[in-house]
C-alpha cells in the first residue's frame, strides 16, 4: 500500500479489525520509509456497477460519492454514523447482488429516499430537495405535507 504522506511503495500492517457493519476490514499502517501511520479499509467488491446518468452518461459506482450525499443530506441530525454506514453498506449490496451491470441514477435515488425515508424526516426531504430538483419555497411545502414524522421527531 503506497504511503499517502511520502508515496513510498511498502507499509506494514500494525492492526486489523472489522467495521461496525463489517462490511469492511480497517487497516491501521505504518509507512517503512517515514514511520507515518494511516488507516485503510478494504471491502469485497462484488462486480463493477455502473451508473446511467439522466443526459445519457456512464460513470462507475463510487460508494464514497453515495456516502457523502446521503452525509450532506443527514448533517446536524441526530443520526449515528453507523446507521448512515449502514444504509450506504446496504444499497451499494443491493446493487451488487441485484445482478445488473448497469443501474440508472433514478434508481439509486430511490433507494437512498427509501432508506432516509425512515430514519430521520428532515434528511429525507433535504435528499428529496435536491434529487428532485425543487425549484421553489412552494416545491418544499408540498413535499413536505406528504411526509409523516419519524422517529417522534
Known amino acids: 500500500m503506497r504511503c499517502p504522506f511520502c508515496g513510498h511503495e511498502d507499509s506494514q500492517v500494525k492492526d486489523s479489525r472489522p467495521t461496525e457493519d463489517n462490511g469492511a476490514i480497517r487497516r491501521r499502517r505504518q509507512c517503512e520509509a517515514c514511520a507515518a501511520r494511516f488507516t485503510?479499509?478494504?471491502?469485497?467488491?462484488?462486480?463493477?456497477?455502473?451508473?446511467?446518468?439522466?443526459?445519457?452518461?456512464?460513470?462507475?459506482?463510487?460508494?464514497?460519492?453515495?456516502?457523502?450525499?446521503?452525509?450532506?443530506?443527514?448533517?446536524?441530525?441526530?443520526?449515528?454514523?453507523?446507521?448512515?454506514?449502514?444504509?450506504?453498506?446496504?444499497?451499494?449490496?443491493?446493487?451488487?447482488?441485484?445482478g445488473d451491470t448497469e443501474v440508472e441514477a433514478k434508481t439509486i435515488g430511490e433507494m437512498v429516499m427509501d432508506g432516509l425515508k425512515g430514519l430521520d424526516s428532515v434528511a429525507y426531504i433535504r435528499f428529496a430537495s435536491v434529487y428532485k430538483d425543487f425549484g421553489e419555497a412552494r416545491d418544499f411545502e408540498d413535499f413536505a405535507s406528504t411526509v409523516k414524522e419519524v422517529g417522534g421527531e
Do not use: H, N, Y
Not at 44 to 61: A, D, H, T, Y
Open 40 to 98: 485503510t479499509f478494504e471491502r469485497i467488491q462484488l462486480r463493477e456497477v455502473w451508473v446511467l446518468k439522466s443526459e445519457g452518461r456512464r460513470e462507475p459506482f463510487e460508494r464514497d460519492k453515495l456516502a457523502r450525499s446521503i452525509g450532506i443530506a443527514c448533517r446536524k441530525r441526530p443520526i449515528d454514523a453507523v446507521r448512515i454506514e449502514k444504509l450506504v453498506s446496504g444499497i451499494q449490496r443491493q446493487l451488487e447482488t441485484s
